[in-house]
C-alpha cells in the first residue's frame, strides 16, 4: 500500500489522464484566444466564450486533485490521503457551471425580452471588408473540433479511474458539438437578418450549460453527505455498489449495509455484525471484476446492539 | 478493439471531399456575399427610396473628411442626404428608433450610449477623448458594414482603428 490515497494500479492511467488534461487546457486555450479576438456585441459569442473558458475549471480541478492524490502523504493532520480532492473539486467545478449557466441564460431572456438587435461590424483584413460574422464562424467551427477528440479520449480513462470529475468533463467535451452547432446557427442566423437568433442560441448554450451543472452538483453534493456511491454520469446509485452492498449482505445475513464514497473508493459499513474471526482485506469482497476490487478502500464491522448492551453491563461493578 | 482505418478508407474520404470541395467553397462565396442582412432592412430602404436621413450635432463645425465620408455613403446608395441637425441626446435617441439612418458628431470614446447605437470607426479625433463619428442603428448589420467601409475609405484615423 502506497503512502498516499491513490491505489498503486491506477497510478500509471493518473499520470496519462493528468497529461491529457494538460493538453486539454492547452486547447481549451487556444479556443478561448481565438473566440476572444472576435466576440463583437454577439451574444451568442459572449456564452459561447464564457462557456468555453468555464470548460477550463473541471481539467484544472482535476489536475490539481490528481497531483494531490499521487504526491500528498498521508499525515497527522490528513490521515486518510487526499482522496476526497476530487470530490471537492467535483462540487466546485458544478457549482461554477451551474452558477454562471443560470446567469448566461438571464442575459439571454434579457436580451429577448428588450429586443435587443446585436450589433456585428466588419474589419479589414488582407485588404478585404470581411463581416466579423465569417470570423465568428471560423472560430466556433475551430472551438468544436479540439473538445471532440479530447472528450473520446479522456471517456476510458475517466472509466478506468472511476473519476466523476473527468466523466463530466468529457461528456461535455463530446457534447459540445451540440452547443458549437447552436452557436454557429445563431450568428448564422443573425446574419439573415433574425435578430433573436442570437439571443436565443445564446439561451439554448446556457440551457445545456445548467444541465451539466445542475447534474454534476447532485452527485457532488451527493458524496459530499455521505450519499450511497452514484453512477459515473448520472445522479443514480451506481451498479457496482449495488452489487456490492447485496454481496455483503449475503454474506452477513441480517445486517444492515451502508456504503457511501470518498472520491473514487468506497467505504463499507456492516451494521449488527462483529468482525468476522478470519480476518480478511476488504477487497476479498469485492463482488465483480477483480481488476476493480481497489475501488473497496474499507469494510467495517458494528456489532448489534444487544452485544454493546451485554458489554456495558458486564463492566458495571 | 476498432481496428485502424485503412489506406484505401482514407483515400476515398479525401476524394470525397476533394470532389465537393468546390462546391462547397462556391456556396461559402455567394454566401459571402448575401451576408449579413439588415433585419429592418434600413439599406434597401435607402437604395429603394434614394434617400438617407443623416443628423448632425449641433455647436461643432464639421471637418472636411466628414463631408467626404458623406459623398461616399451617397455614391454607395445613390441616395440624396437629408440633414438634420440638433442636440446630440434626442438624436441619438432617434438613431436607436430608426428614425435616422446616421448621426454624425464628436462623441466621448467610451460614449455611455455604446450600447444604444452601433459607432463606427472614428472619421477624426477632437480634444482629449473625444471622437468624430458616426452611429447607426444597433444591429443594421450590412448598413453598418456600408458606414464602416466608407469611414475606413476616407479616413486615417478610421483605417487605423
Redesign the interface.
Known sequence: MSDNSLPDELAATMRKAIRLEYWNLFWTATIIVTMGLVLG?SQTMKTAWVEDTLGVVPPIMFVIAAHMELRGTRSAHFPFGFERVNGLGFFVAAVALTAVGALLLYNAIMSLIAT???????I?LFGQ?I?L??LMIAAQIYSLIPPLFIGRKELPLAEELNDKLLHTDALMNKANWLTGAAGLAGI?G??????WADALAAAIISVAVINDGVKALRSSTAELVDGAPRALSQPALSEDAQALCEHLQAEFPGTTVRLRETGRLIRAEVHGAHSPQDWQHPRRYWPSEKERAWRLAQVSFVPPVEAVAELLSDSKP | MRSAPKPGHLYACYALVMRYLPALALTLLAGCNSLPRDPDGTLDRIRQQHRLTVGWVDGASPPPVVRRFLEEVARDTHAAIILRSGAAEPLLAQVRDGQIDLLIGPFEKDSPWAGDVAFGPPLARGAGEIEIKAAARNGENRWIMLAERAARTVSQEARAE
Not at chain 1, 435587443?116 to 466588419?122: D, I, K, L, N, Q
Not at chain 1, 443573425?190 to 435578430?195: F, N, R, Y
Open positions: 456585441q435587443e438587435h446585436a450589433t456585428v461590424g466588419s479589414v471588408h463581416w460574422g465569417w448564422i443573425l446574419g439573415l437578418g433574425w435578430w
